[in-house]
């Protein structure tokens, strides 16, 4: 059965101040693995797909790596409107499924 | 920019009582999925149709839940009677057919309160 494991569970940042998110996973054969954020009250927004170890996607201060076990994203220099909980969820071969951690709720302090 | 829509945002009922959740998918999208988020952790599918038939539902509880895609399109998803601990988000999402390894879209959600 596939898992998906996030830490730390919550971090509270100062603005400009960086850091990362993990995400550990375990699949029998990974078919892709995402990041979502998701605002309160909302449905969660697609960030980032990844597909193979090595691979990095960069978008705006956020920056998505992926290892064989885990994936990591780096958050640079955040503004207080990068505040939200951000998913993590794999894919796996042989479904259309995802399986999803428990997020991380990140905010940022002005 | 296309989006996924879903109806009512909001729902309030009492515990007993049947309520039922609209889902509009991404034009030409395939497949559909509903998922129910409890406060605090991620997303759980509950059932997945690729055009109008069901692909997975081993997470629904048959007793009280149903849903269908009758052309294909939109869907519906209904819980009957609501429980207490029916209390979530219920949330809609598609993806392209064959394309689950592009990314699944997700709409604003149904936030279900059961008194």
């Known amino acids: 059965e596939d898992q998906v494991t996030q830490s730390p569970e919550a971090l509270r940042l100062q603005e400009g101040e960086s850091s990362s998110l993990n995400c550990s996973y375990t699949v029998s054969g990974l078919r892709g693995l995402f990041w979502y954020r998701q605002d309160p009250g909302k449905g969660p927004e697609f960030l980032f797909t990844l597909y193979s170890a090595g691979e990095e996607k960069e978008k705006e201060r956020l920056k998505a790596t992926l290892t064989k076990k885990e994936s990591f994203l780096h958050i640079t220099a955040p503004k207080p409107e990068d505040s939200a909980t951000y998913l993590c969820a794999v894919l796996d071969f042989g479904n259309e499924k995802l399986t999803f951690g428990t997020g991380t709720r990140l905010t940022i302090i002005p | 920019e296309a989006e996924v829509a879903q109806s009512p945002r909001y729902k309030i009922t009492e515990k007993s009582q049947a309520v039922a959740f609209w889902c509009d998918p991404i034009s030409g999208h395939a497949t559909l999925y509903w998922y129910r988020q409890i406060l605090g952790q991620g997303p759980e599918l509950l059932v997945q149709?690729?055009?109008?038939?069901?692909?997975?539902d081993s997470q629904l509880p048959k007793d009280r839940f149903s849903a269908e895609r009758l052309k294909g399109v939109d869907s519906t998803l209904k819980i009957q009677p609501a429980e207490l601990g029916d209390s979530a988000m219920y949330l809609c999402a598609s993806t392209p057919r064959g394309g689950g390894a592009l990314g699944q879209f997700f709409g604003p959600g149904t936030r279900l309160t059961v008194l």
């Open positions: 149709f690729q055009d109008e038939s069901v692909v997975d």
